[in-house]
């Protein structure tokens, strides 16, 4: 299911019902989506084949895997990864790269820990100020990068290795800060199951409507616009994720559900969801979306046409470091505290891999903020598997690098297939 519509020439061609051509029924439809697939538009596919393999896999090695409990820990444990994994393809789609997102990430819930525990500010006035500092430190990125013409894989280097430095100054070597309250609670506590129920059906009647009235308006007005058949399925389907998603995490999922009572939607899926619907928003339907994938597919070309690319770029990575501060927000809540290794590590090499094996191109011009969603289940889906099979450490690595590999290597035979079909 993809969310989302009118993206530019660039990416549009990411879901075969956004094709510049007129398809008149479902077949034609379909056949202009394989044919797509012909030219080496993959897409997200590898990346949803992939993720129904690994559930697969799982399901049949471990009775446990497909549990409620288990999908809900999952959905908690992708969350901080597909946040961050957002913030990076705003970068991706310039063809750039941001090293220091994950510790930018850390630094900034360092910062919001102190402010609550030493100064006494509130959750929400303290989670801003390390938004704004995750922005500022994107700013200065940009600047460099923009202005400077230093590589962004320098610049990002050495903000990696500089801001390391925060979480240790602030806290001390081996200490840590805990996360308590408002912040902690989106890890440990759920949506109240009345509520679920509720978004669930207003999201699946406002996305059915806005696909009913965008089908009705752009065919009276002639034109191009999907099939009605396809505008249907696409209903239903994300009609059954939703409702399906919502009556899985809704039920009990204590593990003795005689004495306790755990269901309930985890906070940090309708945060996922909102922060996808805006960037799907943003990427889809406004200007700066539509610049944004001009300056990564041709710089130059843009630049020609009028289009600022030292804002473009300066504000990809104000946006990538902003997430990242939300994202270092997550981590913390899921581990209870910060410590001098929050954000470290392969936090950024994972979100990284999420983007890339969702289908977003490491090429420039090509990806979408569903990529992330797909990408960090994913990723978060072998660790969560092979730990329920009690596989050693090392298997994780191997796995994960393989399917990062198998990414990359499907993007470049993609672009290259697409480059001899000179689309």
């Not at 660039?10 to 956004?18: E, G, P, Q, V």
């Not at 444990?77 to 946040?83: D, L, N, P």
């Amino acid at each position: 299911m993809t969310v989302g519509s009118d993206t530019p020439a660039k990416t549009s061609d990411h879901d075969f019902a956004n094709d510049n051509r007129q398809a008149t029924s479902l077949g034609d439809a379909a056949r202009d989506y394989l044919n797509r697939l012909r030219g080496g538009d993959m897409g997200s596919l590898p990346a949803i084949l992939g993720l129904v393999v690994l559930f697969a896999i799982f399901t049949s090695a471990h009775d446990r895997f497909l549990t409620t409990y288990n999908m809900a820990n999952l959905v908690i444990q992708a969350g901080s990864i597909i946040v961050l994994a957002m913030g990076i393809v705003f970068v991706l789609l310039l063809g750039e790269i941001d090293l220091s997102a994950g510790v930018a990430g850390g630094a900034c819930a360092t910062i919001v820990a102190l402010l609550m525990i030493d100064y006494g500010w509130t959750w929400w006035l303290a989670t801003l100020a390390g938004i704004a500092v995750g922005a500022v430190i994107g700013l200065v990125i940009g600047l460099l990068v923009s202005l400077l013409g230093i590589p962004s894989f320098v610049v990002t280097l050495a903000f990696f290795l500089g801001l390391q430095a925060v979480a240790l100054k602030l806290i001390g070597s081996g200490g840590s800060l805990r996360i308590t309250g408002v912040l902690r609670d989106i890890s440990i506590k759920n949506v109240p199951v009345a509520a679920g129920w509720i978004a669930a059906g207003l999201i699946v009647a406002a996305f059915a409507a806005l696909s009913l009235w965008r089908y009705r308006s752009r065919s009276a007005r002639g034109l191009v616009h999907k099939p009605l058949a396809l505008v249907v399925i696409q209903i239903v389907v994300l009609a059954a994720i939703v409702l399906g998603v919502t009556a899985l995490l809704s039920a009990n999922r204590a593990p003795n559900p005689a004495v306790f009572n755990i269901s309930g939607i985890p906070w940090v899926l309708p945060i996922v969801v909102a922060l996808l619907l805006f960037w799907t928003f943003v990427l889809g339907r406004t200007r700066y979306g539509r610049h944004l994938y001009a300056v990564g597919g041709n710089a130059e070309a843009a630049r020609r046409a009028g289009i600022s690319v030292l804002r473009i770029k300066i504000s990809a990575f104000v946006i990538c470091t902003g997430m990242a501060a939300i994202a270092g927000l997550l981590s913390a809540s899921y581990t209870g505290k910060v410590s001098p290794g929050s954000g470290g590590g392969n936090v950024l090499l994972y979100a990284v891999a999420a983007a890339v094996i969702g289908g977003t191109s490491l090429f420039g011009g090509r990806g979408r903020a569903i990529d992330a969603v797909i990408g960090g289940l994913v990723i978060a889906t072998i660790p969560n598997g092979l730990g329920l099979l009690n596989q050693a450490a090392y298997i994780n690595y191997i796995v994960t690098g393989g399917v990062l590999l198998l990414a990359a290597s499907v993007d470049a035979v993609s672009r290259r297939r697409r480059s001899a079909a000179g689309v």
